[in-house]
């Protein structure tokens, strides 16, 4: 069974950094693609990050660019989003979700439950 | 950056009707079109992918189809589990930008 669970969520200050985390099971997660995808209290989904199954393709979107580090561990099925510069327009809860789109054109196959991240003084 | 329009925002409806939502993309996706649904504190799961193909395990009551730049999502008999917010995705270059939505809600 294919498990996505996210961590490092919590209450930052506007400018602080925070480090996310998925820790994913049940599937060879080196061969897929992964993404951060967030939504705001009330709002509809916004992704974030996308990254390749090596590693060596990343996306942001342009609200992140610059500010937002994705990264990977295969050796440790983990995947990571670094935040810094942090604004209030950032909080949302943070979703993790696996991709299978080279192989089966699918995007977003299983996503996690989320990690809240709240940015304010 | 591709953008995605949904229409409606909001829909009533009732259970056993059909049902159909438009999303517009602002240029050509070719097919590379998704569709997911998100219920109250819960994580989306896809419906549809590559515009009409149906994920596994998602009732054949939901279909979709399009291409370049306008797509609709059809729910052929609404089920009481089918209230929901839905959501299109396009996934065609360097971004996968969704739609804002649409909440469908019970008449």
């Known amino acids: 069974e294919v498990q996505l669970v996210e961590s490092g969520g919590g209450l930052v200050q506007p400018g602080g950094s925070l480090r996310l985390s998925c820790a994913a099971s049940g599937f060879t997660f080196s061969s897929y693609e992964m993404n951060w995808v967030r939504q705001a209290p009330g709002k509809g989904l916004e992704w974030v990050s996308y990254i390749s199954s090596s590693g060596s393709t990343i996306y942001y979107a342009d609200s992140v660019k610059g500010r937002f580090t994705i990264s990977r561990d295969n050796a440790k099925n983990s995947l990571y989003l670094q935040m810094s510069s942090l604004r209030a327009e950032d909080t949302a809860l943070y979703y993790c979700?696996?991709?299978?789109?080279?192989?089966?054109?699918?995007?977003?196959?299983?996503w996690g439950q989320g990690t809240l991240v709240t940015v304010s003084s | 950056d591709i953008q995605m329009t949904q229409s409606p925002s909001t829909l009533s409806a009732s259970v056993g009707d059909r049902v159909t939502i438009t999303c517009r993309a602002s240029?050509?996706?070719?097919?590379?079109l998704a569709w997911y649904q998100q219920k109250p504190g819960k994580a989306p799961k896809v419906l549809i992918y590559?515009?009409?193909s149906l994920q596994s395990g998602v009732p054949s009551r939901f279909s979709g189809s399009g291409s370049g730049t306008e797509f609709t999502l059809t729910i052929s008999s609404l089920q009481p589990d089918d209230f929901a917010t839905y959501y299109c995705q396009q996934y065609n270059l360097y971004s996968f930008a969704f739609g804002q939505g649409t909440k469908l809600e019970i008449k």
């Open positions: 240029q050509s996706i070719n097919t590379w």
């Open positions: 590559k515009a009409s």
């Open positions: 979700a696996k991709g299978d789109i080279a192989a089966a054109g699918i995007p977003f196959d299983y």
